[in-house]
């Protein structure tokens, strides 16, 4: 049952650390930044809070109607146990 805890907790506190990644990229992106811009302000982000939890993280801004940004955050989550 602890294991399970664990595991349920690194999993939810990843998930938060990339949708936190997705809101800084695209914060960077209506601000008027490139695309290079908001994936290293992205990689930044990630390493600052999630402190080596997320890694490889890779940002995709898509097509999205006028005055929309979308941006869709991929990454590798650290596993203790591999």
Do not use: C, M
């Not at 690194?10 to 008027?32: C, D, K, N």
């Not at 990689?43 to 490889?56: E, F, M, P, Q, R």
């Not at 097509?63 to 869709?72: G, I, K």
């Amino acid at each position: 049952v602890i294991f399970i805890t664990v595991q349920f907790a690194l999993f939810y506190l990843g998930h938060q650390i990339v949708s936190s990644t997705a809101r800084e990229a695209a914060r960077v992106l209506r601000t008027g930044g490139t695309p290079v811009q908001a994936q290293q302000q992205a990689s930044d982000y990630a390493k600052k809070i999630g402190n080596g939890l997320v890694t490889d993280v890779v940002i995709q801004q898509q097509a999205a109607p006028a005055l929309t940004v979308r941006v869709e955050v991929t990454a590798k989550q650290f596993r203790p146990d591999r």
